[in-house]
């Protein structure tokens, strides 16, 4: 099935730096690549998303880009604020192209 | 965005018990529904995906005899945790597709369960 593998499992960056976590995933059928930030004990939030059909899409302060070919994609954050300290989790669809695989995730901290 | 539900929050249970989790689109019809299982410090990992109408699918090593998903209607599907153990005290998070959305999944605020 779908693996994804996620890099690095801890990010620490000073206020004002960008900050940027990696994953592959291993099937090339995926097409569907979301980006969720977890704060402790709450849901996981959708922060951005990118499709197959794209290679880069931008929302303000995040950006993230695709590479099919090498089967990887990554999260930009750029300025980081003490509120973007997180666990951030990549996801690629499963074979089916139903359900959500996570990557490990990756605890960032941004100090001031 | 579409809104998911879960209940209860939280519970904790004697070893033994069994608990049973219900999960909610509340504003929009869900044919399929997802059950991860997060422990601490660690990623969701999916244990089941949750059919209107039919059967679950589960992950490899998830005991569907253990772990019973009922989707009864297209806004409710339910994990009931049978004979719980210590071990099975983890965060559970149900999230639901909306189609209308494609393919972005949506939430719930998951169910923190303790087993004693």
């Known amino acids: 099935g779908e693996n994804v593998e996620q890099h690095p499992s801890t990010l620490s960056v000073q206020e004002g730096d960008s900050a940027v976590i990696k994953c592959t995933y291993s099937?090339?059928?995926?097409?569907?690549f979301p980006w969720y930030k977890q704060e402790l004990g709450k849901r996981p939030q959708l922060i951005i998303d990118i499709r197959s059909n794209v290679g880069e899409k931008k929302d303000q302060r995040i950006a993230v880009t695709l590479n099919k070919t090498a089967k990887h994609f990554s999260l930009h954050i750029t300025e980081t604020q003490p509120e973007d300290s997180a666990v951030y989790f990549c996801a690629a669809l499963n074979q089916a192209g139903t359900a959500l695989i996570f990557g490990k995730g990756t605890t960032l901290s941004v100090s001031s | 965005g579409a809104v998911v539900s879960q209940h209860p929050s939280w519970v904790i249970c004697k070893s033994g018990t069994s608990v049973k989790i219900e999960c909610r689109s509340l504003d929009f019809q869900a044919t399929t529904m997802f059950w991860y299982r997060q422990f601490p410090k660690q990623s969701l990992m999916l244990m089941a995906t949750s059919n209107e109408g039919s059967k679950a699918t589960y992950e490899q090593g998830v005991e569907k005899d253990k772990f019973l998903i009922n989707h009864a209607s297209l806004t409710l599907s339910t994990l009931t945790v049978t004979s719980a153990h210590p071990e099975d005290s983890s965060f559970y998070i149900c999230?639901?597709?909306?189609?209308?959305?494609?393919?972005?999944?949506?939430f719930g605020p998951g169910t923190r369960l303790t087993v004693l």
């Open positions: 099937d090339s059928a995926s097409n569907y």
């Open positions: 999230s639901a597709r909306d189609w209308t959305s494609h393919n972005e999944q949506f």
